[in-house]
């Protein structure tokens, strides 16, 4: 039972404010970094000094270990992401975001490159300059250490004050000093919503491991818990999901039962009396409802409004369900016509092309293309046909 018990008091060699502390994953280390740029691994075991380092420039204000545990990652004020072993060797330091670091994050989830036989964390970072890096770093004792940024979001129009990877590392999540939170495909980078219901700065995120929640906290003094998933596969949600492919072909029936599952019976008899079926219920306005089906509470009509623009954005969310390797990096599309460039990865040709006529560096990677050499992926795009002729057969079995 937690009874607040101090085990510890550990002060910070340099005297200076800590700003930051987190966990290793088995517990065995806790690093603690300071205004003055010191970083501290402390044993956590035996509750005492383990090693420390320096950066060379601003306060620590960030900080992420490893799965594994054998290395972690700060962030400084000044814009460094330095990368330390558990002996506070120092085995990468530059400079990654103009303007200063705001937070890290490790991805649970290694990736394998199979080609080359070696195993890479993915890493996210977030900073002043508004923008998300997603990092691949190896170390291992015969390779050394390796550390590259994959891609570059800049979804957001203001400094980033948290980020956060979902717990199968397929997902990332952002928060802003622009109020909204972004939820991105990790490999892709393509913006899957995008939340605004905070009225102030987000400054915190956080992704449950185990269902499917999200957790937004502001400076408006309020924590949001956003539901992402669906798991139920009750009669009450199968309704949602048919609202993913096409509303338009809803029936009357499809309608009263919407409006069962969404607490609004007390108007079924006026959509009934008037026939509202898929296509008439997004067409609904205030004026209809109140001239038309002769709605006369104000709250209610707008309530009905409400649940209609979030049963919208549930439509649009279909492209979510997408496979990711069938959207093109840079338009986030699905491909129709999908090539390979020199950088390996697969791209809608006029995008690439586009792209490459004014850039002469990777979408992915940013580094410089190899060769202009565009390749037709024609395995993707069978893959690609199947999938299509798969979900329009889907979309009439659930439109019948």
């Known amino acids: ?114 080609t080359r036989g070696i195993e890479y964390y993915k890493m996210v970072s977030c900073g002043q300059d508004n923008e998300i890096r997603i990092w691949l770093i190896s170390f291992d004792d015969e390779k050394g250490f390796d550390m590259r940024c994959k891609l570059t979001l800049s979804g957001h129009s203001a400094p980033i004050l948290a980020c956060a990877f979902s717990s199968d590392g397929e997902t990332i999540v952002s928060g802003s000093i622009d109020k909204s939170v972004i939820i991105y495909a990790a490999k892709t980078g393509c913006i899957r919503h995008i939340l605004t219901h905070h009225k102030r700065y987000v400054t915190t995120c956080a992704l449950a491991p185990n269902q499917p929640l999200l957790a937004t906290g502001s400076m408006d003094k309020t924590v949001t818990i956003w539901k992402l998933g669906q798991k139920s596969d009750s009669p009450g949600v199968r309704i949602k999901r048919k609202a993913e492919f096409d509303v338009e072909s809803w029936t009357e029936d499809d309608v009263r039962t919407w409006l069962a599952n969404e607490s609004l019976l007390e108007v079924e008899p006026h959509f009934s009396a008037n026939n509202i079926d898929g296509k008439e219920l997004l067409g609904l306005t205030k004026d209809i409802l109140l001239h038309d089906l002769k709605i006369e509470s104000l709250g209610l009509r707008n309530k009905i409004l409400r649940k209609i623009e979030d049963l919208k954005s549930k439509m649009k969310a279909v492209s979510s369900k997408i496979p990711e390797e069938f959207l093109c990096p840079i338009t986030c599309d699905v491909m129709k016509d999908p090539v390979i460039a020199s950088d390996g990865y697969s791209y809608e040709r006029k995008a690439i092309e586009s792209w490459i006529s004014t850039k002469r560096t990777s979408p992915m990677t940013n580094l410089p293309l190899e060769n202009l050499l565009l390749t037709p992926n024609r395995t993707l795009k069978m893959a690609l046909n199947r999938w299509l002729d798969t979900r329009s057969e889907e979309k009439n079995y659930i439109s019948s």
């Open 1 to 114: 039972m937690c009874n607040g018990q101090i085990l510890a008091s550990l002060e910070q060699p340099r005297g200076s404010p800590v700003r930051v502390c987190r966990f290793s994953p088995s517990s065995t280390y806790l690093a603690s970094g300071a205004s003055d740029g010191s970083v501290v691994l402390w044993n956590v075991p035996l509750l005492k000094f383990h090693r420390a380092g320096l950066v060379k420039d601003g306060s620590l204000v960030a900080c992420a270990f490893s799965p594994g545990g054998n290395l972690f990652i700060t962030g400084s004020s000044g814009g460094d992401l330095t990368a330390w072993d558990e002996n506070m060797r120092c085995l990468y330091s530059d400079k990654s975001h103009d303007l200063g670091v705001t937070c890290c994050d490790f991805s649970p989830q290694p990736v394998t490159d199979t």
